[in-house]
């Protein structure tokens, strides 16, 4: 079993930073695709940003690109999230996952963090 603890969230102003971190509890997490989600409310939970096990494949959602940065530490079973330029459209739940496979589909991954609040405000 694999479990995930996000944190760095937050309260910023539009423009500003956070840098989100996700641990995981096992060193098996060094072999999964890492992702991050997020969630607003009254919307559903969704893609930002995926790094594959080696760090060397990473996909974003076009809202984020060029904006958020996801990066992992393997030797610290820690994956990362640097956001900059953030804006208040942004201000969600952010989730990290792990999952065998890369991929922008919330339903495939197997694991998830209980979630850090990230509040943007104008």
């Known amino acids: 079993q694999v479990q995930l603890v996000e944190s760095g969230g937050g309260l910023v102003q539009a423009g500003g930073s956070l840098r989100l971190s996700c641990v995981a509890s096992?060193?098996?997490?060094?072999?999964?695709?890492m992702g991050w989600f997020r969630q607003a409310p009254g919307k559903e939970r969704e893609f930002v940003a995926v790094?594959?096990?080696?760090?060397?494949?990473?996909y974003y959602a076009a809202s984020v690109k060029g904006r958020f940065t996801i990066s992992r530490d393997n030797a610290k079973n820690t994956v990362y999230l640097q956001m900059n330029s953030l804006k208040p459209e942004d201000t969600a739940v952010y989730y990290c996952?792990?999952?065998?496979?890369?991929?922008?589909?919330?339903?495939?991954?197997?694991?998830w963090g209980q979630g850090t609040q990230v509040t943007v405000s104008s």
């Open positions: 996952a792990a999952d065998v496979g890369v991929g922008t589909r919330a339903a495939q991954y197997d694991y």
């Open positions: 790094t594959s096990w080696s760090g060397r494949t990473t």
């Open positions: 096992a060193r098996t997490v060094s072999s999964y695709a």
